[in-house]
């Protein structure tokens, strides 16, 4: 991100030098000032949906949600911190129905998370794909676009929209995969006393180049 | 179709509410407990979507973005996307309010059903703002790895945006 900010920054700031450079500050003023208005309504969104949040948290259906999910999100992410999984299943079951608004407060606390345990580097790069790829099951947003533009048939593209964006998941998640491997946990008995203490012994630098 | 999908939110918080009020929650507590969350959320990603949107207004208003989409808009041709749709498919990893801006100009411009129309509606629905993603979900984190995964969203994006424009012309 660093890189890509300077180079797009300093490219965009040296071609605005020589075309239009009072158009320069204006251009930052109006993004700086879009984004601080796009914080405002995400407040509103935000306030909505992360009290119907914690509605689901206090009343159990997120337990039970994520506890539907988790198997598949374990597979996925090759973590066992609980309070990650929880998390990275709402934000899948969430928006898998769409509701982007109350995606991201889960997205947000599954990364930081995630950031905190052993296997961080695959699980966030997955958690990123994931979302950057949003598998959708109903494009409502598109829909109703196509419907206040009077077109005569504005779901017909559900169904192509559904299959494009499955193969936009399917392919990010295949591809993180196979180029960023997840340090391999193996799971060691190791007898002491009475007890059998279960230890991850972490392997580093298996299946790497 | 429309209006069983308009009813689908409102429903979600009608069953939530009852289901959360059988289960003796004290929903009005609870909720606004939830909402306390908001504002400090919001403040601390603040910082990262103001960047991405100063550089991606400099972005636009340079000419970069134009110079770009005329310089890949051949090989868009190539690979089936339509070049009406270039703009868009560049907009979209970047910016969620620009896009839809494009996408609604492009289904003014060429008619809602009309096929690159029907691309774009498509290709928008293959990906979320990768960009925004990025910067929102990941603010202040630093893995190494999330640079490949940028690449990797990017890629399956193309991808997905090339298939789309396939099944529209088939189906």
New interface residues.
């Given amino acids: ?1 660093n890189l890509l ?1 300077a180079i ?2 300093t ?3 040296f ?2 030098l020589c ?1 239009s450079p009072e ?2 500050l204006s ?2 003023l ?3 000032g ?3 208005s ?2 405002v309504s ?2 509103a969104t ?2 909505v949906w ?12 997120t337990k039970a949600v994520s506890k539907l999910v988790k198997p598949i999100a374990k597979k996925l992410f090759k973590t066992t911190d609980d309070e990650a999984l929880e998390a990275i299943s709402m934000n899948l079951s969430v928006n898998l ?1 769409g ?2 608004g109350a995606a ?2 889960y ?2 606390k599954a ?2 998370r995630l ?1 905190k345990t052993e296997n ?3 699980a ?6 994931l ?4 598998l ?1 099951l ?10 206040a ?9 559900i ?3 559904i ?3 499955l ?3 399917v ?2 998640v295949l ?2 995969k196979l ?2 491997k997840p340090a391999v946990t193996q799971k060691k008995t190791i007898k002491s006393g009475r007890d059998f203490i279960l230890k991850n012994v972490k392997i580093e630098g298996v299946g790497t180049r | ?2 209006y069983i ?1 308009s009813l ?2 409102p429903m ?2 009608l069953f ?2 009852l ?2 009020l059988s ?1 003796k ?1 004290k ?1 009005y507590d ?6 306390k ?3 400090p ?2 403040l601390s ?2 910082p990262y ?16 973005e134009s ?1 770009i989409t005329s310089f890949i808009s051949p090989f868009f041709r190539f690979t089936g996307i339509p070049e009406e749709i270039a703009s868009l498919v560049l907009i979209k990893p970047l910016s969620g ?1 620009g896009s ?1 801006a494009v ?2 100009q492009i ?2 411009r060429y008619g ?2 009309s096929y690159a129309a ?1 691309c774009a ?8 703002t ?1 960009f925004y ?7 202040g ?1 630093k ?8 690449v ?2 990017i ?3 193309l ?3 090339i ?2 424009c396939f ?2 012309r088939i ?1």
Avoid: H
């Fill in positions: 991100m900010f797009v920054f490219v965009s700031t071609l605005l075309t158009q320069f251009a930052l109006d993004g700086a879009k984004s601080a796009l914080c995400l407040v935000y306030a992360m009290g119907l949040i914690q509605v689901w948290q206090d009343s159990g259906i129905l509701i982007s991201t407060p997205g947000i990364a930081q950031d961080a580097e695959y966030s790069a997955m958690l990123f794909v979302n950057a790829t949003s959708q109903l494009p409502t947003s598109i829909v109703a676009v196509r419907v533009l009077k077109s005569g048939s504005p779901t017909d593209i169904l192509p929209t299959f494009a964006t193969l936009s998941t392919l990010g591809l993180t180029f960023i | 179709m429309n999908l689908l939110i979600i918080f939530s509410f289901f959360a289960r929650v929903v609870s909720f606004t407990e939830g909402v969350g908001a504002i959320l919001v990603i603040f979507i103001a960047t991405v949107a100063m550089l991606s207004k400099l972005f636009e208003v340079s000419g970069l110079k309010s839809i996408l609604t289904l003014e809602v059903d029907r509606c498509v290709a928008y629905g293959t990906a979320d990768i993603i990025g910067a929102v979900y990941f603010a984190i893995r190494k790895k999330l640079t490949a995964a940028f990797i969203s890629l399956s994006y991808a997905a945006v298939f789309s099944l529209c189906m």
